[in-house]
């Protein structure tokens, strides 16, 4: 079942584009699954819905040390401060997802995120560090594992702090994450357009056992390669970096 207590509570955040690569064919969407606390199997080309929490890293979980989903009603997320973005990507294909932070400040609603779908078979990525006061992380990778169709993992693909050493205005946070400092951010009267990118990859199996490969492409690519590809994300989320200051 579908949780309407979690999206009534909590404010539907913005979703933006969702962009896709590599999708020479354009075959058509068979799951009809559209909420993000349903179970669903899906095969490539399908749409598949999930979505990504903000909420304090403590509010993930349950009685302080198992973390549930947040579709998982025993988590107080609908009650305390959090924000909730939906996505609907193309299984199978590279994607480059952005959360537009013009009038969302991460830091103000705990500073971490969790992505998440599913409910009896419910999976969900660690919580991950996105901003608190001092540093904003702008760039992430997400992987979906699949099994048969089914979702059976998501986490976080960290590829260290390489791509932030060229640039003098990146601090290299626990040797993992880029970050820049929050007072920098346009959410918090700074220059840079601190908007989140989020790299997509597949892996696994769909529910006919063909291979999903959008992750053997993700490995070889740099972490901001996809942002690359879309030059208006290029201008808002990578070069401004360099050329602001
Ligand atoms: C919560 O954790 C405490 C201490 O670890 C334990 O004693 C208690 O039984 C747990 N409560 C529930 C509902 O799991
Ligand atoms: C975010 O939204 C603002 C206001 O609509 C816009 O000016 C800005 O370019 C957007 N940023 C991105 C990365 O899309
Ligand atoms: C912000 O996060 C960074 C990285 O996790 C940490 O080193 C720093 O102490 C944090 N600052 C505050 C004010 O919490």
Known sequence: MASPHLFVAMTL????????????????????????????????????????????????????????????????????????????????????????????APDTYGGYMVAFAGRKYAARSPPAFVANNTYTVTSFTLVLEYKKGRLQNLYWKRDGCSKCSGGTNYVCLNNQDCAIKTSDCKNHNGKVDCSLAIQLAFSGTDKHLSALNSWYEVEKLRQYSLVGLYQNLKDSLTSQYNNIF
């Open 13 to 104: 955040l913005v979703l933006t584009s969702v962009a896709s690569w590599l999708s020479s064919v354009r075959s058509s969407d068979t799951n009809g699954v559209y909420s993000p606390c349903s179970d669903t199997t899906v095969q490539r080309s399908d749409g598949f819905t999930f979505a990504i929490a903000f909420a304090s890293r403590d509010s993930f979980f349950y009685n302080r040390t198992q973390q549930l989903s947040p579709c998982d009603r025993r988590l107080s997320l609908s009650t305390g401060s959090s924000q909730i973005s939906l996505f609907r990507p193309k299984v199978d294909e590279l994607s480059l997802l952005t959360v537009n932070t013009s009038s969302f």
